[in-house]
């Protein structure tokens, strides 16, 4: 009967996929554009990689001269030169690995895209701009062996690969061993993810790799996988904000504790995105260039700002678009 739910809920998935308008995916810098010293340059989070970019056309067309907005994605070319002067870099990936180059001994980039806030271990000389509001959830296979709901504590029990939950017929799906995976280790999707299913420790069936909210990867093309996802990115990917690569693949989203993620017009389900499944989507800064009063101050302030250009109508509705939600608190600021 579960097993039965799965497939319809899979099918109105794909329904809202299939009405979607294509729209080419942007990466990195434009070819042969390299970002002058002075820019705003960032680099970390996949999630929200494509937004960034997004935003950062928007924002440039608004403006004459330098400082202009850049944006590096978490995957590509193994090494980056992130702007003019600095020299080839390993390429961050993930929110931990762009915090991480944030704070570097004489680093580059002058924000971090992060998918999630501050943890232990994080500079309290870092600010977190708040912009947009997502949700995590798990995600199978369309037509695969997964139910279509599974609660906090069986999610839980799969990923510490408890005895006697390893199989989809515990969970009320169809027979097949489950293979639950998860994102590199920098990942802000895995740590938030993990953390809301009560940081299990993780079992010996547990597989760590695939690049987080890329459906396409081969390793999670199994009827039997079990696979965190940004329920905004999803969501943006269907409404066309894809690639090759950069793409759900056939992987559909499903409910926790009776929640689904997405509304029945295919976006992010407020409700899901509760204090537990939840999350806000900050820019991370270091706080003396924030408040600073030279350009660089002045231009991060005018992009990531409460009435910079990410917090306007135009930043907002690319929000949506991308399929996160627009938080009140837009602009808002916090630290460890």
């Given at each position: 009967?579960r097993h039965?739910?799965?497939?319809?809920?899979?099918?109105?998935?794909?329904?809202?996929?299939?009405?979607?308008?294509?729209?080419?995916a942007?990466a990195?810098?434009?070819?042969?554009?390299?970002?002058?010293?002075?820019?705003?340059v960032?680099?970390?989070?996949?999630?929200?990689?494509?937004?960034?970019?997004?935003?950062?056309?928007?924002?440039?067309?608004?403006?004459?001269g330098?400082?202009?907005?850049?944006?590096?994605?978490?995957?590509?070319?193994?090494?980056?030169?992130?702007?003019?002067?600095?020299a080839?870099?390993?390429?961050?990936?993930?929110?931990?690995?762009?915090?991480?180059?944030?704070?570097?001994?004489g680093?580059?980039?002058?924000?971090?895209?992060?998918?999630?806030?501050?943890?232990?271990?994080?500079?309290?000389?870092?600010?977190?701009v708040?912009?947009?509001?997502?949700?995590?959830?798990?995600?199978?296979?369309s037509?695969?062996?997964?139910?279509?709901?599974?609660?906090?504590?069986d999610?839980?029990?799969?990923?510490?690969c408890?005895?006697?939950?390893?199989?989809?017929?515990n969970?009320?799906?169809?027979?097949?061993?489950?293979?639950?995976?998860?994102?590199?280790?920098?990942?802000?999707?895995?740590?938030?993810?993990?953390?809301?299913?009560?940081?299990p420790?993780l079992?010996?069936?547990?597989?760590?790799?695939?690049?987080?909210n890329?459906g396409?990867?081969?390793?999670?093309?199994?009827?039997?996988?079990?696979?965190?996802?940004?329920?905004g990115?999803?969501?943006?990917?269907?409404n066309g904000?894809?690639?090759?690569?950069?793409?759900?693949g056939?992987?559909?989203?499903?409910?926790?504790?009776?929640?689904?993620?997405?509304?029945t017009?295919?976006?992010?389900?407020?409700?899901?995105?509760?204090?537990?499944?939840?999350?806000?989507?900050?820019?991370?800064?270091?706080?003396?260039?924030?408040?600073?009063?030279?350009?660089?101050?002045?231009?991060?302030?005018a992009?990531?700002?409460s009435?910079?250009y990410?917090?306007?109508?135009?930043?907002?509705?690319?929000?949506?678009?991308?399929?996160?939600?627009?938080p009140?608190?837009?602009?808002?600021?916090?630290?460890?």
């Amino acid at each position: 009967m579960r097993h039965t739910a799965a497939k319809a809920f899979a099918a109105v998935a794909m329904t809202a996929a299939l009405t979607a308008v294509a729209v080419p995916a942007m990466a990195d810098p434009a070819t042969g554009t390299v970002p002058a010293a002075t820019d705003i340059v960032g680099s970390g989070s996949d999630t929200t990689q494509a937004l960034l970019n997004q935003f950062s056309v928007d924002y440039n067309a608004t403006v004459s001269g330098t400082p202009k907005l850049y944006s590096w994605d978490a995957t590509g070319s193994a090494t980056i030169t992130p702007k003019s002067g600095a020299a080839s870099i390993t390429r961050p990936n993930g929110s931990g690995a762009g915090i991480a180059a944030l704070n570097a001994a004489g680093s580059p980039f002058d924000y971090a895209r992060s998918s999630r806030g501050p943890q232990t271990g994080d500079l309290p000389s870092n600010l977190f701009v708040a912009f947009g509001k997502d949700a995590v959830t798990w995600s199978a296979q369309s037509g695969g062996h997964a139910p279509a709901n599974l609660t906090t504590q069986d999610l839980y029990d799969i990923y510490s690969c408890t005895v006697n939950k390893t199989n989809w017929s515990n969970f009320g799906g169809a027979a097949g061993t489950i293979k639950p995976y998860l994102p590199q280790i920098n990942s802000g999707t895995r740590s938030f993810f993990l953390k809301a299913i009560g940081n299990p420790t993780l079992g010996a069936c547990v597989v760590t790799g695939p690049q987080e909210n890329e459906g396409t990867d081969t390793l999670l093309n199994d009827p039997d996988v079990i696979f965190p996802y940004s329920v905004g990115h999803w969501v943006g990917q269907a409404n066309g904000h894809k690639d090759a690569v950069d793409d759900k693949g056939n992987l559909t989203l499903r409910s926790i504790n009776g929640v689904a993620p997405l509304t029945t017009a295919g976006t992010l389900n407020p409700t899901f995105a509760n204090p537990v499944y939840g999350r806000v989507l900050y820019n991370v800064v270091r706080e003396a260039d924030w408040t600073s009063t030279g350009a660089k101050g002045v231009a991060l302030r005018a992009i990531f700002g409460s009435t910079g250009y990410l917090c306007s109508t135009a930043g907002k509705a690319s929000t949506v678009s991308y399929g996160y939600l627009a938080p009140a608190a837009c602009g808002s600021t916090i630290h460890i």
